[in-house]
C-alpha cells in the first residue's frame, strides 16, 4: 500500500507561482509513475503532469505546458508540482497519484490505484 498527502496548495495571485509536494508512505512508492490532476468544481477531474518511476520521462497537458514541472525525489518518497504563471482556470483541487499505468494510458484517472486527500489551489484575477 502507498499513502500519498499533498501539501503546498494556497491563495496565489493571477500570475504567481506555487509548488505543491506529494509525500508518499510505502516501500514501492519509487516504483511507481506518479501523476498530478486537478479538478474544478462542477468538471471531471483532469490530467495535469506525469512522471516516470525513474523519473526521466514526464509529459504535461496541453494547457500547463511551458509554466508548471513536476518532479520527483526518491530518496525521499516526494514527488512535487511547481506552478508558474498562475492563471484564475488553474484553480482547483489537485491531487497527487501514484501507480502502474498502461504507458499509453498515464492521463486517465482509473491508471492510478493510489490518491492524495487534494490540496486546494485558487488563483484570484
Known amino acids: 500500500q502507498v499513502q500519498l498527502v499533498e501539501s503546498g496548495g494556497g491563495l496565489v495571485q493571477f500570475g504567481g507561482s506555487l509548488r505543491l509536494s506529494c509525500a508518499a508512505s510505502?516501500?514501492?512508492?519509487?516504483?511507481?509513475?506518479m501523476a498530478w490532476f486537478r479538478q474544478a468544481p462542477g468538471k471531471e477531474r483532469e490530467f495535469v503532469a506525469a512522471i516516470s518511476w525513474s523519473g526521466r520521462r514526464s509529459d504535461y497537458a496541453d494547457s500547463v505546458k511551458g509554466r508548471f514541472t513536476i518532479s520527483r525525489d526518491n530518496a525521499k518518497s516526494t514527488g512535487y508540482l511547481q506552478m508558474n504563471s498562475l492563471k484564475p482556470e488553474d484553480t482547483a483541487v489537485y491531487y497527487c497519484a501514484a501507480g502502474h499505468p498502461d504507458e499509453l494510458k498515464y492521463e486517465r484517472v482509473y491508471e492510478y490505484t493510489y490518491w492524495g486527500q487534494g490540496t486546494q489551489v485558487t488563483v484570484s484575477s
Open positions: 510505502g516501500r514501492t512508492f519509487s516504483t511507481c509513475d
